[in-house]
C-alpha cells in the first residue's frame, strides 16, 4: 500500500487528478488476493469512511465491526465489495 499523491500518480503513469487515497502496490498471499484486490486499485472508503492515505485505510479497518464495505476504483470504474 502506498498514499496516492499526484506526484506519486504521475510517477506510476497515473492520472494525477485521482485525488488521495490509499493504491494497493503489490497482492501477496492471504486475505487479499482471495478477496480479488490487484495491484493498482486505489481504495476509496471503507464502511463509508474516506480513505485519503494508508494511515486512513488502517484505522478504518481496525475499528471494531463484523464486516467491511470496500469502494475501490479499478481502471476507472467504481466496485463495492462487502467482506
Known sequence: MINLSPAVADELGLDPFLGPGALISAVGRGFAVSAGFRPGDLIRS???????????????LETPGRGWQIVLERNGQTITANF
Open 46 to 60: 471503507v464502511n463509508g469512511r474516506r480513505i485519503e492515505s494508508v494511515r486512513d485505510l488502517n484505522a478504518a
